[in-house]
């Protein structure tokens, strides 16, 4: 795994705060913003995650928290965090957090090479951060990165979606996005941790997904 070059990682950075500002303009405060379809489906994507794991009365610290749409998810099924701070890497998007949700603590912040303040935190979640395909560096370092960043700043758990390269034949596969191979990311996962869990079983949200959950420790059940 070689480093991330800052120089290239800014550029990168750059590119997505202009790719997503300019379709919060667009879209507003709407799943289309970030990326995704349609609400349904980035519930479907949250709703992976909270079978995995439980989320209430812990530090929740959401990267790249586009909207902060997970934490309004977790209120609505009455898993409420005992905080939630999110960090992410847009300007834009921070302030209509901010607005959103006054009682929490958002930062600009780029886990990978900025210290996100407001810790400790319980467990770490990433939803669409690392599915975009990267020319100035390679995906699999990029994510691998995130990971064991993210592993670090958790006191439990962490939980990151990617896109499978088990591809959905009902979907097209699209360029600009990264297709993650399960058996490498497991293998990958299994050196950070012994306690692992992969969901890779869940309908389509439109394109197949999977969510790997590392832990500190054993789980519960
Ligand atoms: C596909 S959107 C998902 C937003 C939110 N997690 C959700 O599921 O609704 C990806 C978000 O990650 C942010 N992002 C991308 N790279 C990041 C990084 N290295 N550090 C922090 N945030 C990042 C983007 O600005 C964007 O808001």
Redesign the pocket.
């Known amino acids: 795994m070689s480093d991330i070059d800052l120089q290239a990682?800014r550029a990168?950075?750059e590119r997505?705060?202009e790719?997503?500002s300019t379709r919060l303009s667009k879209f507003g405060d709407d799943?289309r913003t970030?990326?995704?379809d349609k609400r349904e489906s980035?519930q479907a994507?949250?709703g992976v995650a909270l079978s995995m794991m439980d989320f209430s009365g812990k530090r929740v610290l959401?990267?790249?928290?586009?909207?902060?749409?997970?934490l309004s998810f977790l209120q609505e099924r009455g898993q409420v965090p005992a905080s939630y701070t999110g960090?992410?890497?847009?300007p834009d998007?921070l302030a209509r957090c901010a607005e959103r949700f006054p009682e929490c603590k958002f930062h600009q912040?780029?886990?990978?090479?900025?210290e996100v303040p407001g810790g400790p935190y319980d467990i770490v979640?990433?939803?669409?951060?690392?599915?975009?395909r990267f020319t100035e560096f390679s995906n699999e370092d990029?994510a691998r990165q995130?990971i064991a960043r993210a592993f670090d700043t958790c006191s439990e758990a962490v939980v990151i979606?990617m896109l499978t390269a088990v591809h959905d034949t009902a979907y097209p596969v699209e360029g600009f996005v990264y297709y993650y191979d399960p058996a490498e990311m497991l293998r990958f996962a299994f050196s950070v941790t012994p306690h692992v869990a992969l969901r890779h079983d869940y309908a389509s949200i439109p394109q197949r997904e999977m969510m790997l959950l590392l832990r500190k420790g054993p789980g519960h059940d």
């Open positions: 990682l990168v950075d997505l705060v790719r997503y799943p970030l990326g995704w980035q994507r949250f959401d990267v790249g928290c586009g909207l902060a749409d997970f960090c992410d890497i847009n998007l912040a780029n886990l990978l090479k900025d979640v990433l939803f669409g951060v690392v599915n975009f990029f995130m979606d």
